[in-house]
């Protein structure tokens, strides 16, 4: 049964995520920031072509893979930051922002909410750089969006945001199985909501008291 939930709605809602974080592309925004990769990658061509010997031609590689990265990463984040998902994330940063959380955190939450699983898969998606690190030491790093720059996860925050999930808004087969059982749609809301609620307020006192010890 988990398999199958797996090839369907964490597929699916992983493949929404891309689409939503990938789209509108704003062409005046990206047209210099591609002309900039394009340029580097035909100036190295050109002098790895003209290289004398193999280790030359392999450090030339190397150095243009380390010159690269950075633009690329640049790149990926100004599409992902003005993209629908983007925008949906600066909207919420304001409500979460007291719990340690950033526009990226708050977006696989609100990912989650047909199902927790998809939380995982969503972060490994909004984190689009592999070759920055592994995906826990990315949520470390801070955001950074032209002038706006939103915090990494910390210790503290990323204590505040597991307990966040474990008792926030319950996924809808949860709430589909409290009104069956209730024959009202008033207990799922109140579950709802009142969860939601109580894992907002335990966070933030979380997030609040242990940077007093931390």
């Known amino acids: 049964q988990y398999l199958r939930k797996i090839a369907g709605i964490i597929l699916l809602a992983s493949t929404l995520i891309w689409i939503l974080g990938y789209f509108p592309q704003n062409d005046a925004l990206l047209a210099p920031l591609n002309a900039e990769i394009e340029k580097t990658e035909a100036d190295y061509a050109e002098r790895i072509e003209a290289a004398a ?36 994330g600066k909207g919420i940063e304001p409500i979460i922002a007291p719990l340690g959380f950033n526009w990226k955190t708050g977006i696989s939450l609100l990912c989650g909410i047909p199902a927790k699983e998809i939380i995982v898969s969503s972060l490994s998606v909004l984190y689009v750089d592999n070759e920055a690190g592994p995906l826990g030491y990315q949520m470390q790093q801070p955001i950074t969006d032209g002038d706006r720059v939103s915090k990494g996860l910390d210790k503290v925050s990323g204590f505040a945001l597991l307990i966040f999930i474990l008792l926030y808004f319950p996924c809808f087969a949860t709430l589909i199985a409290i009104k069956n059982e209730s024959g009202s749609w008033k207990w799922p809301i109140f579950t ?9 307020i335990l966070a933030f006192i979380i997030n609040t008291v242990g940077r007093l010890f931390l």
């Open 53 to 88: 010997s193999v280790d030359e031609k392999v450090a030339l590689e190397q150095e243009r893979d380390q010159v690269l990265q950075p633009m690329e990463s640049n790149l990926a984040l100004v599409i992902q930051s003005n993209s629908y998902l983007g925008k949906l």
């Open 192 to 200: 709802m909501l009142y969860t939601t609620a109580l894992a907002w």
